[in-house]
């Protein structure tokens, strides 16, 4: 374990359409810089092809400014983090190409992480704005590509006990804003609608799945066939009702989640829990998991806004927790499309 000296790593975010770059320096983040791709917008979802295409546009400048911003020297670094999978292929290799050549350039070591382990992970950022979680806790790890309940025990200890069969969370709620007409991303434009809708207007029937797991595409399929038969009676219908459809879509998904939270909670005994990925930026989750630290007695951990979506601050904590442990690999590690949380 390597103690007392100020330790730089640069982490390389690039596995779906965004780039990202962060400097993190012994936990502390001092530069996070992301560029969105705004061009799937008018296809209503990410196109790889482009999206690869935009990353290498985008990660020179990216990491540029993160060196700059964090007011050091890429001589500093003592190490570069990417992120090796799960993601899109193209979009991947991108970045692992360019932190294999920074990392041969400079003569310092390589590091290659798990994207959902750098969710799950991003609790541990030396931030003053948010607390750490202690072992063993369960995180709800919720993104357009995964729906699970994972147990972490140590940095690298992690259980899956519960994890969608088929539609990820995320996935619902951009297929739900996409049927209502509204663009893409849709997720965050339902939780802004919902706000000022009734969260009961509308019922859709929860899907009976067993023990931990999540299932997503009955729901997706019941929203379609009701908008649907309602617009045919009225084709103003979701013009009229936008706001109680998305509090009613939204409320039903929150539902389906923290059912099987609570289930997992009183099946560990574990009552610290936290929420990590993308939708975990969702206004409604975090109302919802903070009440229950009054209902239950639960101890929650909330991200900050900025390490929920995809972000590089998340691969360098996960590299700096690697660097202490001397987890290195060579120039021959690979990228993959699918990789599990429980995988280094």
């Known amino acids: 374990m390597i103690k007392n000296k100020s330790i730089y790593i640069l982490g390389i975010e690039s596995s779906c359409d965004d780039t990202s770059a962060a400097v993190i320096c012994n936990g502390k983040i001092l530069s996070n810089v992301v560029a969105t791709q705004e061009i799937h917008a008018k ?9 690869s295409r ?3 546009q985008n990660i020179v400048p990216v990491i540029q400014q993160a060196i700059q911003q964090a007011n050091i020297d890429k001589k500093d670094l003592n190490a570069i983090a990417f992120t090796r999978g799960p993601g899109l292929m193209g979009s991947l290799l991108v970045g692992s190409s360019f932190a294999k050549s920074i990392s041969l350039a400079l003569n310092i070591p390589l590091i290659a992480i798990n994207h959902m382990q750098g969710h799950v992970l991003a ?19 919720i993104s357009g590509g995964h729906t699970q309940i994972v147990k972490i025990s140590s940095y690298f200890n992690m259980e899956i006990l519960g994890e969608t069969l088929d539609d990820a969370v995320g996935e619902a709620f951009d297929k739900s804003a996409k049927i209502l007409g509204l663009p893409y991303p849709g997720g965050p434009l339902i939780d802004k609608h919902a706000k000022t809708g009734n969260p009961k ?40 009702n936008l706001d109680d459809i998305c509090a009613s879509i939204q409320y039903t998904i929150v539902e389906i989640l923290f059912d099987k939270l609570k289930k997992a909670v009183n099946e560990t005994g574990i009552k610290h829990v936290a929420i990590a990925g993308g939708v975990s930026a969702n206004s409604e989750i975090r109302l919802v998991l903070k009440s229950y630290e009054e209902k239950l007695g639960w101890t929650t ?11 590089a601050g998340m691969i360098a ?21 699918r990789l599990k949380v429980t995988e280094n």
């Not at 904590?317 to 499309?337: D, P, R």
């Open 301 to 311: 951990y909330i991200p900050k806004f900025e390490y929920t979506t995809d972000n």
């Open 43 to 51: 296809y209503g979802g990410v196109v790889p092809e482009l999206a």
């Open 54 to 56: 935009a990353h290498q």
């Open 123 to 141: 609790h541990f950022i030396d931030d003053e704005k948010q607390q750490k979680p202690p072992f063993p806790f369960l995180c709800l790890t």
């Open 317 to 337: 904590i996960v590299g700096y927790l690697k660097y202490l442990e001397n987890t290195f690999l060579n120039q021959k590690t690979i990228t993959t499309a």
């Open 201 to 240: 207007a509308f019922k859709f029937t929860k899907p009976k799945v067993d023990a931990l797991n999540f299932s997503f595409s009955g729901l997706k399929t019941a929203i379609l066939y009701f908008i649907q038969k309602k617009t045919k009676e009225n084709p103003h219908f979701i013009k009229e």
